[in-house]
């Protein structure tokens, strides 16, 4: 948080910021408050602190001191804030672990307000009526504990608020104003604090960039390399701050922050008649969504006007609003009007370079002018839009002639593009639907966007350009009709939900679990929802990730070069420039790493360096050190590689199939007859699905710290991974020179001499498992080369590029079935993108086979899978691995099945589940029971019948907006197909005192997988949580552990400290039983003094597991876990934006060792499903250059995107099984429900297409993001596209 003390108005901002962003100099006379600021456990916890981490809305840690800041800072300026001022100011901040709820139930207990629409309907408030009208299921007494309790929270006093440092404030008031001047090495920053003086830097350094909130200039000096030598700050010039409400419109500072406009806007608009104020209501509507707070925060009016972005939102709303910009140089002030020239910056409407902006005149609106503002954005909030627009229309009077009519876009070209000629053909026309036609023929010809053009989507942007006219049109008519009833032509009522925009409220969730038994002892914690072990320690920012270590003596950092070519020869590296940048100590490449450059990767060679052939866009080609990462990143630019593009380029699976590129191997699973079942059934059905793939986009980059410790060759490496053994030791490889592993082998040391160390992870999801332990080798080599510790963290951009993600999957399928909807027989081919090497792709492939019958019986099935070979940065494992493509192929088959029945596809998924007793198609029994309770309790939960005919209803009302709800069943097998992969070890300490110190091979990763592992000793040891102690996974205590993954970290660990206690108290029993009143101090200090251990180790086989792929039959499962959601969805056809409406979920997770945890993982897990169904989207270059690098391109779920209700309801533990107390285990499954959300938009698009007369099978894949929605919505607008298109070339949609 930055705060300002202006002693003019005497007042402080308090405001939060991004960190990255904001250049020190700026910083002089700002007090800076970070987390640790706030509170800590060393003196005081903040309430925030303590709330967000009391509510559960913390699980790695990684993004907490972000969202406590965020609500930190809006407290300090709204000490009693709505819940909707609560969560806009989380809007900048992204969490990948929580699905956001439980951060919103910490906010609520700051707010106010209830989350209540306060629109009371025959006097019931809103969260008493449920969704639609409809009631709420039946809580009666099955409601369970809460999972916080409210009442223990401390107060928050804004009294006991930090003060604004009154130094800084009497510097403020007494410092005479004097530019200021900081010199550095390659850069001065000038900060002039009066106009004349940076009109004098301004003729001084004409070209040097005027700095307000660094939001424009950071991110290209950051990303794009630009330099700039000088740069001009105007610190604390009240002038570029005003506020002026003039006769014309108003006049507002270019300095001021967007937030700042925002705040003024709000104001002004409630103050004045509504037709002075469209102008500022369009402004304000693109002001909500425009990034986040911190941005809005920082960014600048005159800097957001000056960038003249393509996409930015306010140009296209202040051009066609007609304002004009007030600039400034020694010559006087001058007005330049905001047009199309000046966007397009025209060197005669332009500024001068010794101009600077002073202010901006925005006029009010008139009476009969219209001004609206669109956008759509492949998110709600905080993302760039696609295409967004300001349309302005002025008719004089009330006859509906045009007499003025402006139209901007923004994202349809190199910068806002105003449709003049279109708006000047219309002038003198009526406003009418015949218009309206000519209108959208005019704009398609005048904007124009080819098939080439930047950015892709053009058939979208093409269509939102008059998908937004027709909104426009729309909300003028009605506007006009309500001006005077006799207006006409007014559109159709249905018509109406075209103009409401899809904003989502957070309103409820609510959560049901078992009780605790009331034979169980009060002090047990099993089966309550502690709160996460390091969940304070998160929101005091004390919790220590692996780039919070303190740099050691003489570290170095380590930075990649990596391979810009998908499929090239490497010709020649030119490292000689690089190499003589000062800093500069080493740059490593294959040669120094001869004969250890191979490690094995599971079943196939891999190079850690590759200085030969290149097969993707972000191999690893050299390794460049550094005393400084400053020094590291400018000297890895200056590495010269010629390459020699090689063919084929394959990138998708299709290149793929057609080249025969595949990994060695074809899995195959088959059950029954199926040619004999297809000669029975009523129909068959063909067809493929495609499935995209994802990034982990866990918080914490791939980090390391690597420390040769000067003695014996010993190493140690603090990391975050999920997989120690895997970086110490590697995998044993009979084909490369070297056949050990990845640190020892690289080193050519034993295994003892390296030691890894993971305190804690900050998000993996599968991610850093292999990669890192590649980057780990590599830092290590150079570590242990140059005998100084070296640090490598790699940027987000950087990662993005460097590691894969998930697999995209395409499923080709033929399906048998009754015209009852029963499926008789399935015969599918799954292909997986596995990137250049083979990594984890066949077992992606293998567990996808195993796992794609989901909750179905297919009494014939046969199911064939290959990976593909491609060049794309190798695939890997991500929450899920297989089940949430394979799981999904097979519900679109589901979904083809029912269109062709006339079933609905909940009928269909009924039909074909799973009876009680039954077999999976490799022959494994179930007892499906519980899956069958999930899918009732889900219906009667989620009011199913009753919402789906409410469904019906809205949509029979409404053309341009439909609602969805879809249901479907889960059934994930758990377990890790391989005894030895499911062993586990654990270390239990009883030291004198008492106390007790616990390890185990898993890693915490924000499971809290610790956090359990305290309750198991709790448990077994019957003592209190906070006598236990967990310091951390290391290769030191526990060695050998399997990678923590497969949902079954707390599972097969928790058996291993189980095992251990219980060793312990079986040693101890005679020395308890002789002093059963004592404590466990004088237990172990008896026990010490009879000479017996208090060390025990614990140990789990794993579970027993077998799978024959010959005979496609195996126990390969231990057990399943059981599920179903519904999720209900309303889209808006018009631009293919969706809101989530509601999500109810129902899990069998056996008896729940910690319910808030679990309830975690399960939300967490769906929101990122729910992003992966319908968000997150990779785009790449034809040459293979990932283009989607960053949270600026890639969007997963923001705190906008959570289902406005969201329910969530454990069965009752039934099963007494042989796993810990009965539980189960949760990490991945919940993913897979993320999908309820793809196929209620997909309920929702087929009814908007019914209604158009478009009967036909519709295939949707994922994602399903706003661009496959709108172009699903055919329409009169899609068709207008796509027969301009058609005469440039054929329709790429096959929509026409
Ligand atoms: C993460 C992120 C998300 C974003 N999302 C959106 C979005 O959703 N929609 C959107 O529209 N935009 C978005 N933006 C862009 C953002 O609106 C602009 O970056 C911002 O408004 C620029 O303002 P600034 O004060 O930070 O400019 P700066 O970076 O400080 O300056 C930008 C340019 O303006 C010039 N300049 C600034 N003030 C003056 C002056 N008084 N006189 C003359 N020249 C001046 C500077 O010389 C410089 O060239 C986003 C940006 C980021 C980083
Ligand atoms: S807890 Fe939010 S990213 Fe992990």
């Known amino acids: 948080m930055i705060s300002r003390y202006n002693p003019v108005t005497k007042k402080i901002r308090h405001y939060s910021a991004n960190a990255c962003l904001t250049p020190i100099c700026s910083l002089y006379g700002a007090a800076v408050t970070t987390v640790e600021g706030i509170g800590s456990t060393k003196t005081r916890i903040h309430p925030v602190q303590e709330r967000i981490a ?8 990684f993004c907490t001191p972000g969202m406590v800041m965020s609500i930190y800072a809006l407290l300090r300026n709204h000490p009693e804030p709505t819940l909707t001022q609560l969560t806009d100011a989380l809007d900048g901040n992204l969490c990948r672990c929580t699905g956001y709820r439980p951060i919103i139930d910490a906010c609520k207990t700051f707010s106010t307000t209830s989350g209540c629409c306060q629109n009371k309907v025959n006097g019931v408030c809103c969260l008493d009526q449920g969704m639609n009208g409809l009631p709420e299921f039946e809580e009666g007494n099955k409601i369970s ?16 608020e930090l003060i604004f440092p009154p130094e800084l404030m009497i510097m403020a008031e007494k410092q005479p104003p004097r530019t200021r001047v900081f010199g550095g090495e390659r850069l001065t920053w000038i900060s002039p604090v009066t106009l004349k003086e940076l009109l004098e830097a301004k003729i001084q350094y004409p070209q040097a960039p005027v700095v307000m909130g660094n939001t424009s200039v950071g991110p290209e000096v950051k990303f794009k390399g630009i330099f700039h030598p000088v740069i001009i700050s105007p610190d604390r010039i009240e002038e570029l701050n005003i506020v002026d409400c003039v006769q014309s419109g108003l006049t507002l500072g270019a300095g001021l922050s967007l937030a700042q406009v925002k705040d003024i806007l709000a104001d002004v608009v409630l103050k004045l008649p509504e037709e002075k104020t469209q102008t500022y209501c369009a402004l304000l509507k693109h002001l909500g969504t425009l990034a986040g707070a911190q941005i809005r925060n920082m960014a600048s009016l005159g800097g957001h006007i000056m960038s003249r972005h393509l996409d930015s939102d306010l140009n296209p709303l202040l051009a066609v609003g007609n304002c004009t910009l007030n600039v400034l140089s020694k010559e006087g002030e001058r007005q330049v009007p905001l047009n199309e020239q000046f966007l397009r910056k025209c060197p005669s409407a332009d500024l001068k370079p010794e101009e600077i902006l002073l202010s901006v005149n925005i006029p009010y609106s008139r009476k009969w002018e219209f001004v609206s503002a669109f956008r759509q954005a492949q998110r709600q909030q905080n993302a760039l839009a696609i295409v967004n627009s300001g349309m302005r229309v002025f008719f004089g009077d009330g006859e509906g002639i045009i007499k003025e009519l402006s139209i901007s876009y923004g994202g349809v070209g190199p910068t806002t593009i105003c449709a003049k000629n279109s708006c000047q053909k219309l002038i003198g026309r009526s406003w009418n639907e015949k218009m309206l036609d000519e209108a959208c023929r005019l704009l398609l010809d005048e904007v124009s966007l080819p098939g080439s053009a ?14 937004f006219l027709f909104k426009f049109y729309l909300e003028v008519s009605q506007t006009l009709k309500r001006m005077d009833p006799a207006y006409s032509p007014s559109p159709a009522d249905t018509y109406a939900s075209a103009l409401e925009d899809l904003h989502s409220r957070h309103r409820g969730r609510l959560f049901m679990y078992q009780k605790i038994d009331t034979k169980q002892l009060p002090q047990d914690p099993i089966g309550h929802p502690v709160m996460h072990l390091s969940g304070i320690k998160h929101a005091t920012g004390e919790a220590i990730y692996c780039d919070d270590m303190p740099a050691m003596d003489q570290e170095l950092f380590l930075t990649l070069v990596t391979s810009s070519r998908a499929h090239a020869k490497i010709v020649s590296i030119d490292v000689s420039e690089a190499l003589s940048l000062p800093g500069v100590v080493d740059i490593i490449a294959e040669e120094q790493l001869q004969g250890i450059n191979c490690f094995n990767s599971l079943s196939q060679p891999e190079k850690l360096l590759e200085t030969d052939e290149v097969s993707c866009v972000g191999q690893l080609v050299c390794a460049v050190i550094a005393e400084s990462e400053v020094q590291a990143k400018r000297a890895a630019e200056r590495v010269k590689i010629v390459y020699q593009d090689l063919e084929p380029l394959i990138l998708t699976i ?29 129909h068959t059905l063909e067809g493929e699905i495609h499935m995209g793939g994802q990034e982990h986009f866990y ?46 082998s690289t080193l050519k040391i034993p295994v003892n001499k390296v030691m890894c160390h993971v305190k804690r992870v900050g998000g993996a999801f599968g991610g850093k498992v292999v990669k890192t332990g590649i980057l780990a080798a590599i830092t290590a080599f150079a570590a242990n080369k140059h005998g100084r510790a070296v640090r490598c963290v790699l940027e987000r951009g950087e990662d993005m590029l460097i590691t894969g993600g998930r697999h995209p999957f395409l499923g080709k399928y033929k399906i048998g079935f009754m015209s009852d909807g029963r499926i008789l027989a399935l015969d599918m081919e799954h292909y997986d993108n596995g990137g250049c090497a083979p990594e984890l792709s066949l077992f992606v492939i293998e567990f996808g086979l195993l796992k794609l019958d989901n909750a179905y019986k297919f009494p014939n099935l046969r199911c064939r899978g290959r990976a593909c070979r491609t060049n794309l940065p190798s695939n890997t494992a991500l929450r899920g691995f297989g089940f949430p493509q394979s799981g999904f192929i097979t519900e679109s088959c589901i979904m083809e099945v029912a269109a062709k029945c006339g079933l609905s596809p909940e009928e269909v998924r009924m039909i074909n589940m799973y009876k009680e007793i039954d077999q999976t198609p490799y022959k494994q029994e179930i007892n499906a029971k ?22 019906e209803k809205f949509n029979s009302e409404n053309y341009w907006k439909k609602k969805g709800l879809a249901m479907v069943p889960l059934k994930f097998p758990i377990g890790v197909e391989s005894l030895s992969a499911g062993q586990a070890s654990a270390l239990v300490h009883i030291y004198l005192d008492g106390s007790v110190l616990v390890t185990h091979g898993g890693i915490e990763m924000g499971q809290g997988v610790h956090t359990k592992m305290i309750q198991v000793v709790s448990r077994e040891l ?20 399997n990678a923590s993954g497969g949902s079954v970290v707390a599972d097969l660990n928790g058996l291993a400290v189980q095992d251990a206690c219980q060793t312990l108290l079986k040693r101890l029993e005679p020395i308890i039983s002789k002093n059963p009143q004592g404590t466990w101090k004088d237990w172990a200090e008896a026990a010490f003094n009879e000479s017996i251990s208090l060390t025990a180790t614990g140990y789990f086989r794993g579970y027993e597991s077998n799978m024959n792929w010959e005979t496609s039959e195996g126990h390969p499962f231990e057990y399943f876990v059981y599920g179903a959601a519904c999720s209900e969805v309303e889209i808006d056809c018009l631009t293919g934006d969706h809101k989530n409406i509601r999500t109810d979920i129902v899990m069998d997770v056996g008896y729940s060792i910690n319910p808030a945890l679990d309830i975690g993982q399960i939300e967490g897990a769906f929101i990122q499903g729910m992003g992966l169904y319908t968000m997150e989207e990779l785009n790449y270059s034809p040459q293979g250059v990932l283009y989607t690098r960053g949270p600026n391109q890639y969007k997963i779920p923001a705190i906008c995107d959570i289902p406005t209700e969201l329910h969530i309801s454990l069965l009752p533990p039934s099963e007494n099984s042989n796993t810990l107390y009965s539980s189960k285990g949760l990490g991945e499954s919940g993913v897979f429900l993320g999908c309820s959300v793809f196929f209620a938009i997909h309920d929702a698009v087929n009814a908007a297409r019914r209604e158009r007369g478009l009967t036909g099978p519709l295939k949707l894949n994922s994602p399903l993001t706003p661009e496959k929605i709108r172009m699903a919505c055919e329409d009169k607008f899609t068709k207008m596209v796509c027969s301009v298109h058609k005469t440039l070339n054929s329709c790429p949609l096959f929509l026409c």
């Open 54 to 61: 009391k509510c559960h809305g913390t699980q790695c840690g």
């Open 145 to 160: 504990p809460k999972l916080f309790l409210e009442e223990e929270f401390l107060p928050l006093d804004p009294s006991q």
């Open 454 to 467: 930047p950015g892709g989507k053009v058939e979208f942007r093409r269509t939102l350009i008059i998908s």
């Open 654 to 682: 299709e290149d793929a199939i057609q080249h025969n590129s595949f990994f060695e191997g074809e899995k195959k699973l088959e059950c029954g007859n199926v040619e004999e079942a297809f000669k029975v059934v009523d």
């Open 699 to 744: 918080m914490e980059t791939q980090s390391m710290l690597v420390v040769p410790k000067g003695e014996d060759q010993e190493i140690d490496i603090y990391v975050s991974t999920q997989f120690p053994k895997f970086i110490q030791m590697g995998q044993v490889s009979e084909n490369c020179y070297h056949s050990q592993d990845v640190v020892a």
């Open 930 to 951: 519980n899956l069958i309770q999930c899918w009732k309790e889900c219906m009667t939960m989620s009011s199913y019948s009753l919402r789906k005919a409410a469904v």
């Open 1022 to 1041: 019957k003592m209190p949580m906070s006598n236990v102690h967990l310091r951390g996974t290391s290769t030191e205590t526990i060695p050998n552990a």
